[in-house]
């Protein structure tokens, strides 16, 4: 069974910075694009970042130049590295892998902002 496990996840101030991390297993990890996706409360989940299989990033506007992606496919790992954190990156961030028609998430991680 596929498993996609994330952590790194907790309370943060704004300016503030988080390091989230996915760790997969049972799939052949350097195959598949990974992505972070995240859903705020009453609003539609949202790509945040992606990464391909080659190490091709992109990013939603709204991170840009705050969030990095990347991966290590020796540890079948993702990171988000996200810095100067927002009141509005207060969500549940997900880790996504997909190749083709196998798309696996993981059950997410939570950021909350203490102010």
């Known amino acids: 069974q596929v498993q996609l496990v994330e952590s790194g996840g907790g309370l943060v101030q704004p300016g503030g910075s988080l390091r989230l991390s996915c760790a997969a297993s049972r799939i052949i990890f350097s195959g598949y694009a990974m992505a972070w996706y995240r859903q705020a409360p009453g609003k539609q989940r949202e790509l945040v970042a992606t990464?391909?299989?080659?190490?091709?990033?992109n990013y939603a506007d709204s991170v840009k130049g705050r969030f990095t992606i990347s991966r290590d496919n020796a540890k079948s790992t993702v990171v988000l590295q996200m810095n100067s954190l927002k009141p509005e990156d207060t969500a549940v961030y997900y880790c996504?892998?997909?190749?083709?028609?196998?798309?696996?998430w993981g059950q997410g991680t939570q950021i909350a902002d203490t102010s």
């Open positions: 990464i391909t299989a080659g190490g091709s990033t």
């Open positions: 996504n892998a997909q190749r083709g028609s196998r798309i696996y």
